[in-house]
């Protein structure tokens, strides 16, 4: 997948469909988990076992080298593999990543910064680069060096190149840089200066460019520039130069970029201090109040009881992922309704029901002895692992217990070989250069196991298996005790909220895939993409945290119940903000909203209407892959009951095509089941085959645990939806 996924970033404009091999085919329930207490210190999440498990060592071929673009100083801790400046350690480190509401360029000797115009179809949409800006010194002794990162927080990165420190925070108007000595700035332009206006003290000038764009300049001391068309050059300076565009070219909000030009940001963390809440908070200098701005789901979270902040709603940034408002305030507290991590359905299975989906779930249990897992790869092995986990859970659910000790058997003869390090083929390893797992064959081929050997896809792989794992450890808790080291490390890959320091509970990266500021999770690991980071199917990303929450219920660790649930929370809300298509949508332009009711891939700078394994025309593929696997949890995911009609509606007409999958009609129907139940009951007990990780038994379940009232959803969803505010 990954090689695909290089060859389709050449030209960014194609969208043609690159094959995959194929996968297979809100609500707030009425009773919610108490609200556990705040996390420990990190070091010590999840109360894992004082000697952690280890799997072992990994002598991987395929891993970039970290060490020519971090800092000396940082390589003996673990290092993100899904952050947000990914691409800045990458290959030659040149790429562009987003830094809100800037794309950012780093080369050798230079920084480049673009406010990006928007370039949109009904098939994608994207953020083009154009240089409008770029920062270079003079007196550099070694033109071809790299840059470095120095350091990185949640909501930052520092970048250096000789003789400049960048301190790149997200959602910050400015771009501040700071001249470590006294040497000659150089700021040039793809376009025409047009004129360049200081004021009396020359600290700050105000330049406009003939592509329409007007930047304001502030320095922490004089400095004298001069310019000619493209290009704008000072005497010998040191001290902090903070750059910044004016939004719309409006003179009405230079004097906020004027009030707010003496404090900056240089880090900035995201702290859980609250169950159900993060915060962010920003390490500051200068003097005066932050300024800082906020995409449309900080908005919606904010809680505006924590402390005293101003929004300052007319001062706005275009950018891809909505508006982004102007905040005043060094912390901010994000505040979300709880989300119930429940093993059985929300409001239970209709008791007529329970023979039909008995019967079912005696076949497919059955099925479990005479169809052995074949596959090595560790995504499809995963999916094997959590269907069968569903059995089980269905059983229960409906009070037929007699398949149970059959599904108990199978889990453990499936899952012990790969906690074990006997599974032949296959196997999960700990990776030191950048502190995580992989696995066997992912260490000497970095298209296997859909590119897990380089960090791609880890939330999808390992969530699947913590789903069987949980529902394990939840039966036979003598079991769960036996591999709780294991079962923890594994956990940890993506869930570890400790920072630094490669010993003890800290051997991973901080939350290896979810992103703290856009609040929900990257995939796309240790490859280098012109778009930046990205995430296909975020059903399998709520997938990761419900599980990893489950397994927190079955140990009863109610740390680990709290960090996921938040988690989950924050995927959901993210995937209905900028997955969910509304036809009432705000935040994309009118031809793309016209024809996608779901974004099939998302980058940090782009959305496609594609996927990695399909075309956009197969909408079914495109619903599936946000809907799979079929779990308690998707009730919260889909719990708009408006919007679940309107993707049916635009989904259904692609089955009409030849050579649509079964497994992949099975979503659309359970879709359609959630307000035409009887409809979709004949079809789905029509389908000749499923998905690899769904079944009949789980299809009858899902359908027969929905509402039978034709209201608005559960709380979240409908005309309630807390999306509400930003589609209608």
Not at 101 to 125: C, E, N, Q, V, W
Not at 360 to 385: C, M, N, W
Not at 697 to 723: I, P, T
Request: net charge negative; hydrophobic share 35%.
């Amino acid at each position: 997948m990954v090689l695909k996924k290089i060859r389709r970033r050449v030209e960014r404009i194609i969208t043609k469909p690159f094959t995959k091999p194929q996968r297979k085919p809100s609500i707030k329930p009425p009773s919610p988990c108490p609200s556990p207490p705040p996390e420990p210190p990190p070091a010590t999440m999840n109360r894992r076992p004082s000697h952690p498990f280890t799997f072992p060592e990994s002598q991987s071929s395929v891993l970039p080298d970290p060490s020519r673009f971090f800092s000396p100083d940082l390589l003996s801790s673990p290092l993100p593999t899904n952050s947000f400046f990914q691409n800045f350690v990458l290959k030659n480190g040149d790429q562009p990543e987003y830094i809100h509401p800037y794309l950012i360029k780093s080369s050798p000797s230079s920084l480049s910064m673009s406010y990006p115009p928007l370039f949109s179809t009904t098939a994608f949409t994207y953020q083009i680069f154009n240089a409008d800006l770029t920062i270079s010194a003079g007196d550099n002794p070694d033109p071809n060096q790299t840059h470095i990162i120095s350091s990185f927080s949640d909501l930052s990165v520092t970048l250096d190149i000789p003789n400049l420190r960048f301190y790149l925070v997200r959602g910050c108007p400015f771009l501040t840089c700071q001249v470590m000595q006294s040497v000659t700035i150089s700021i040039s332009t793809i376009h025409a200066i047009l004129d360049i206006t200081p004021n009396s003290s020359k600290t700050k000038y105000k330049f406009n460019l003939n592509n329409g764009q007007t930047w304001v300049l502030y320095s922490s001391s004089k400095i004298d520039l001069t310019h000619e068309m493209s290009k704008i050059t000072s005497l010998p300076f040191s001290g902090v130069i903070r750059i910044a565009l004016l939004p719309n070219s409006d003179s009405k909000f230079e004097p906020v970029l004027d009030r707010f030009s003496s404090c900056y940001p240089v880090s900035g963390d995201a702290v859980f201090s609250a169950p159900f809440c993060v915060e962010y908070k920003w390490e500051k200098r200068g003097w005066g109040d932050l300024l800082m701005l906020a995409n449309p789901l900080h908005l919606h979270l904010l809680d505006h009881n924590s402390s005293n902040k101003i929004i300052l709603d007319e001062f706005r940034y275009k950018s891809i992922d909505g508006e982004l408002v102007g905040v005043v305030g060094d912390s901010w507290v994000l505040k979300t309704d709880p989300v119930s991590v429940t093993w059985h359905s929300i409001k239970g299975v209709k008791q007529e029901s329970y023979p039909e989906i008995i019967n079912a779930l005696v076949k497919d249990v059955d099925d479990l002895e005479s169809t052995p897992i074949s596959t090595t790869s560790s995504y499809f092995y995963g999916k094997l692992v959590a269907r069968a986990a569903r059995f089980a859970l269905i059983a229960e659910e409906v009070g037929h217990v007699d398949p149970i000790p059959k599904v108990l058997k199978y889990l453990k003869d499936t899952i012990e070989p790969w906690l074990d390090g006997t599974f032949n083929g296959n196997g999960f390893l700990y990776d030191k250069s950048w502190g995580g797992v992989i696995t066997k064959q992912g260490s000497q081929d970095p298209s296997a196991d859909f590119g897990f050997g380089i960090y791609n896809d880890h939330h999808y792989h390992i969530g699947y298996f913590l789903y069987g794992i949980a529902v394990l450890a939840k039966l036979d808790p003598v079991w769960g005790r036996k591999y709780r080291p294991q079962s923890y490390s594994l956990m940890a890959d993506f869930m570890t909220l400790g920072r630094g320091g490669n010993t003890g509970n800290t051997k991973y990266t901080r939350l290896r895939c979810f992103d703290l500021w856009k609040l929900h999770s990257w995939a796309g690991g240790l490859t280098e993409f012109a778009d930046g980071r990205n995430q296909e199917s975020t059903s399998e990303a709520v997938n990761a945290y419900y599980a990893a929450a489950l397994m927190g219920l079955a140990y009863g660790d109610t740390h680990l119940v709290s960090t996921s649930s938040l988690l989950l929370a924050m995927e959901i809300h993210a995937a209905q903000t900028w997955w969910h298509v509304r036809e009432d949508n705000l935040l994309y332009t009118q031809d793309f909203i016209t024809e996608n009711r779901l974004v099939g891939v998302l980058w940090a700078n782009k959305r496609d209407s594609g996927l990695w394994f399909a075309p956009a025309e197969w909408k079914e593929c495109r619903l599936g892959i946000q809907v799979l696997p079929l779990v308690p949890v998707t009730e919260v995911l889909f719990s708009d009951l408006g919007f679940v009609k309107e993707l049916v509606k635009w989904a259904l007409p692609a089955l009409g095509r030849e050579g649509v999958g079964e497994g992949w009609k099975g979503f659309v129907y359970a879709l359609e089941g959630v307000y035409e139940k009887e409809v979709a009951l004949e079809k789905i007990t029509s389908l000749s085959g499923h998905d690899d990780g769904n079944s009949l038994s789980n299809l009858l379940w899902w359908v027969y645990s929905r509402d039978d009232e034709d209201g608005e959803g559960y709380e979240g969803g409908g005309r309630h939806c807390w999306y509400g505010h930003y589609c209608h």
